[in-house]
């Protein structure tokens, strides 16, 4: 069979599988899938009843300010620095980010409608905890964890030294290969309330997918 620009072979068996090539195309293969080919000068297929892998993305943000008297909690792991920061909870910002995240992608809400700050449960709770739940959550529709991609935003203290073992720390949490977690610093060239030391911000990006 030939459509514009493209060969198709289709291979006997049980599975039938049909490989698309084409000059400018990567080639691709479907399986067990039902091919349907319209007329026209631009071709078109679609595949019916075929198993393919359901993915979604997600987006997480999250600040919190720096004050004294606190601990530094930051991807699971408490930093020594001279500051910590303010929440109901250990007001780990980068796992926050990354549970809304979580939850966005699986279009659950917020880590504020699963774990309020009004509730006596999370008071002074390790983020940790929140993260495994987050987890479990989404499992609740047959998700589970792709991969996430975090950015922490801070002047102080200087984060990079410390990431191998936040990566290890929440891989570990969320029960996922190191290599699926990867955590950036920067900092905001001294501009804003991050650059004054006021607070710090983190975003997060995931992808969730289910069978």
Not at 10 to 28: C, E, R, Y
Not at 100 to 115: E, K, V
Not at 184 to 209: C, D, H, N, P, Q
């Amino acid at each position: 069979m030939k459509t514009q620009n493209s060969k198709f072979k289709i291979a006997n068996g049980n599975n039938s599988k049909l490989k698309i090539q084409n000059s400018k195309l990567p080639a691709a293969t479907i399986q067990n899938s039902k091919l349907k080919i319209a007329n026209g000068n631009n071709s078109k297929f679609k595949t019916q009843n075929s198993k393919f892998m359901k993915i979604r993305t997600g987006f997480g943000y999250d600040v919190h300010k720096l004050v004294e008297g606190r601990d530094l909690w930051l991807g699971g792991i408490k930093l020594d620095y001279e500051l910590g920061l303010l929440g109901h909870s250990d007001a780990d910002v980068l796992i926050h980010a990354i549970c809304d995240a979580l939850l966005g992608a699986a279009n659950m809400r917020d880590i504020g409608y699963h774990f309020p700050d009004t509730s006596a449960e999370t008071l002074n709770v390790d983020s940790k905890i929140l993260l495994r739940k987050t987890i479990q959550l989404i499992a609740t529709k047959g998700y589970r964890l792709g991969n996430v991609d975090a950015t922490v935003c801070a002047e102080r203290p200087k984060l990079n030294p410390h990431i191998p073992e936040m990566q290890r720390c929440l891989a570990e949490v969320m029960n996922t290969d190191i290599d699926n977690v990867s955590i950036k610093a920067t900092t905001t060239e001294r501009l804003g309330f991050t650059g004054r030391m006021e607070g710090i911000s983190a975003y997060a990006t995931v992808l969730i997918e289910k069978d």
